[in-house]
């Protein structure tokens, strides 16, 4: 029967490991960094990809290649962010750098939907759902699927 092949739209995202989506990461040429040089997830100083979720990565990788942007990783699923569904924690956001690249590409290719309540970070929506939003050192990246 067909209907019980297809999961459920509740159905819990796809999970990386640390170590598991460093390799895809790696491999699609986008770095990462802390300011603490750990990848702990238990600690806010650490950048962790640990119970990312698979669509998360993939949307990074497809950003990367779409923008032809060099693309750093500041933050990822460790403590210290603010919670949510849709949260860092549960694997549904990044932070990245920056640059005068990725910038242009954000401004320039997706639509400007106003400003977040409460902390009036600018947002820009991607054809997909993807909400991107420039937070004071970092774009705050959530993606709902997994393509830019």
């Given at each position: 029967m067909l209907a019980a092949t297809?999961?459920?739209a509740t159905a819990a995202p796809a999970k990386y490991s640390h170590a598991a989506a460093a390799q895809q990461l790696k491999r699609a040429g986008i770095n990462?960094?802390?300011s603490g040089g750990c990848s702990n997830r238990n600690n806010p100083k650490?950048?962790?990809f640990e119970q990312i979720n698979k669509s998360t990565v993939a949307g990074v990788i497809d950003f990367k290649k779409a923008s032809k942007c060099a693309v750093t990783i500041t933050?990822?699923?460790?403590k210290g962010h603010?919670?949510?569904t849709y949260s860092h924690w549960n694997g549904y956001k990044v932070d990245i750098r920056p640059t005068s690249c990725v910038n242009s590409y954000i401004t320039r290719t997706f639509r400007y939907v106003g400003k977040r309540k409460g902390d009036n970070a600018k947002q820009y929506?991607?054809?997909s759902g993807n909400i991107y939003a420039r937070e004071g050192s970092h774009w705050d990246i959530t993606y709902y699927r997994g393509s830019r």
């Open positions: 297809v999961p459920a990462w960094t802390s650490c950048t962790s933050g990822g699923t460790e603010a919670s949510g929506k991607a054809p």
